[in-house]
């Protein structure tokens, strides 16, 4: 009877050892199986020796190219001149001459004065200028008569000087009715509207038959002279030095204006000149440039990004912007080698132009940089190109030997400028 309670007892004891069997495997293949993933993450991100994984990246050849020296700035668009047509009468609009938004030339006639009564007015003067003329030549018969009758001793002396006063007063009367017919023939021409300047006509602000003066505010049009045209930008002050040595020399400025985006070239023009002081607020300059503006691009009062162009630096070593990197120690780039490793190689940049930037140090033309997946290098990775299966499909291969960076697809960060390596 008591060997039943020591068979289930026993029972128990082999059920105890099992589970402790079985839970001790499983830790020790949890354990192993964490440690395998950790090395294997040291290989694939910076862990050196044999068996390291191969990192995708993007490569680009350092070129040599001509990189010019430019300044950046934000500007106005300016007109040349800008002109509100007045009148210089008053009196009803008859006809407007010109279409709105219209491209006019200096002297086309924009609008027209009802010019009758300014017609009316001409005709008047001329018919006083016309009495007084016949007055005069009268008076200047009888002045010839008083003379003779005063050397026969006819007449008193003082008649023949009161009839030459007469002949005096008349030609001044004249004079006068002279300058009446001048203003009042000037008053018919300003009755018909001219242009002042070549430029572009703005939206109406009369119509036929409203009455206009000469102190409206407004006018009867608005002109705007856009070709050429400037625009108006500021520089940093400490910039001044450089551009009036340039000048000095007699080169010239060329100088782009960009739309917003700074992907479209509005114009191409040249540097004009600077102002001349300084604002101590802001530590900037004013600065002007002109542009022939003949296909009519740059509108007046527009915001445009505008890039001064100093001087050229020829023959540079050039790289993308995206290959380069920032480190604690200063700039460097992921130089790829013969043996499909990438090396960390210290740089000094130069002039940067577009996506370009220029290499003055530590870079010899034809070395091949990393431009994409440089995060996920360090000092000796294995790297290939993002389109370069690994050989039999075993990761951390080296594309073949032939390969080159034309032979995957040179992609850019477009996100912005490069990114920072930790």
Request: aromatic share 4%; net charge neutral; no cysteine.
């Given at each position: 009877m008591n060997?039943t309670?020591?068979?289930t007892?026993?029972g128990?004891?082999r059920?105890?050892?099992?589970?402790t069997?079985?839970?001790?495997?499983?830790?020790?293949?949890?354990?192993y199986?964490s440690?395998?993933?950790?090395?294997a993450?040291?290989?694939?991100?910076?862990?050196?020796?044999?068996?390291?994984?191969?990192a995708?990246?993007a490569?680009?050849?350092?070129?040599?190219?001509?990189?010019?020296?430019?300044?950046?700035?934000?500007?106005?668009v300016t007109?040349?001149?800008?002109?509100?047509?007045r009148?210089?009468?008053s009196?009803i609009?008859?006809?407007?001459?010109?279409?709105?938004?219209?491209?006019?030339k200096?002297?086309?006639a924009?609008?027209?004065?009802?010019?009758?009564?300014?017609?009316?007015?001409?005709?008047?003067?001329?018919?006083?200028?016309?009495?007084?003329?016949?007055?005069?030549?009268?008076?200047?018969?009888v002045?010839?008569?008083?003379?003779?009758?005063?050397?026969q001793?006819l007449?008193?002396?003082?008649?023949?000087?009161?009839?030459?006063?007469t002949?005096?007063?008349?030609?001044g009367a004249?004079?006068?009715?002279?300058?009446?017919v001048?203003?009042?023939?000037?008053?018919?021409?300003?009755?018909?509207i001219?242009?002042?300047?070549?430029?572009?006509?703005?939206?109406?602000?009369?119509?036929v038959?409203?009455?206009?003066?000469?102190?409206d505010?407004?006018?009867v049009a608005?002109?705007?002279?856009?070709?050429?045209?400037?625009?108006?930008?500021?520089?940093?002050?400490?910039?001044?030095?450089?551009?009036?040595?340039?000048?000095?020399?007699?080169?010239?400025?060329?100088?782009?204006?960009l739309?917003?985006?700074?992907?479209l070239?509005?114009g191409?023009?040249?540097?004009?000149?600077?102002?001349?002081?300084?604002?101590?607020?802001?530590?900037?300059?004013?600065?002007?440039?002109?542009?022939a503006?003949?296909?009519?691009?740059?509108?007046?009062?527009?915001?445009?990004?505008?890039?001064?162009?100093?001087?050229?630096v020829?023959?540079?070593?050039?790289?993308?912007?995206?290959?380069l990197?920032h480190?604690p120690?200063?700039?460097?780039?992921?130089v790829?080698a013969e043996?499909?490793t990438?090396r960390?190689?210290?740089?000094?940049?130069?002039?940067?132009a577009?996506?370009?930037l220029s290499i003055?140090?530590?870079?010899e033309?034809?070395?091949?940089?990393?431009?994409?997946?440089?995060d996920?290098?360090?000092?000796g990775?294995?790297?290939?190109?993002?389109?370069?299966?690994?050989?039999?499909?075993?990761?951390?291969?080296?594309?073949?030997?032939?390969?080159?960076?034309?032979?995957?697809?040179?992609r850019?960060?477009?996100?912005?400028?490069?990114?920072?390596?930790?």
């Open positions: 060997e309670p020591r068979k007892r026993g128990r004891t059920s105890v050892a099992i589970v069997v079985v839970l001790a495997l499983l830790a020790a293949t949890g354990w199986l440690q395998r993933n950790a090395r993450a040291v290989q694939g991100f910076g862990g050196g020796g044999r068996g390291r994984a191969t995708t990246v490569l680009a050849a350092a070129t040599i190219a001509d990189i010019p020296v430019r300044l950046e700035a934000l500007g106005t007109p040349l001149a800008t002109a509100t047509v009148p210089q009468v009196g609009v008859s006809e407007i001459l010109y279409r709105e938004g219209g491209a006019v200096r002297g086309d924009l609008a027209q004065i009802d010019p009758r009564p300014f017609e009316l007015a001409l005709e008047q003067a001329n018919g006083q200028l016309d009495r007084d003329d016949a007055q005069l030549a009268n008076a200047k018969l002045l010839d008569r008083d003379k003779r009758l005063l050397e001793k007449i008193a002396q003082q008649d023949v000087d009161t009839q030459a006063a002949v005096k007063q008349l030609e004249l004079s006068s009715d002279r300058a009446a001048s203003t009042a023939r000037l008053n018919l021409s300003y009755s018909r001219t242009a002042p300047i070549d430029g572009r006509v703005g939206l109406r602000p009369v119509d038959g409203n009455f206009v003066a000469t102190s505010p407004n006018g608005t002109l705007t002279q856009v070709a050429p045209i400037d625009v108006v930008f500021t520089l940093p002050a400490d910039t001044v030095t450089r551009i009036q040595q340039r000048e000095h020399d007699g080169a010239d400025l060329p100088t782009t204006v739309d917003r985006t700074r992907t070239a509005l191409r023009g040249t540097f004009l000149t600077l102002d001349n002081r300084i604002d101590p607020q802001t530590g900037t300059i004013r600065a002007k440039a002109r542009f503006n003949d296909d009519g691009a740059l509108f007046p009062n527009q915001f445009v990004n505008v890039q001064l162009t100093l001087d050229v020829h023959d540079a070593i050039t790289i993308p912007a995206a290959a990197r480190g120690q200063g700039d460097y780039v992921y790829v043996d499909r990438a960390i190689r210290p740089v000094s940049v130069g002039p940067a577009d996506d370009q003055t140090k530590g870079l033309a034809g070395e091949r940089v990393v431009t994409e997946g440089g996920r290098l360090t000092d990775t294995r790297v290939r190109l993002a389109d370069s299966p690994a050989p039999g499909g075993a990761p951390g291969a080296a594309p073949p030997s032939g390969d080159s960076p034309a032979n995957g697809p040179q850019r960060n477009r996100g912005g400028p490069p990114r920072t390596s930790g």
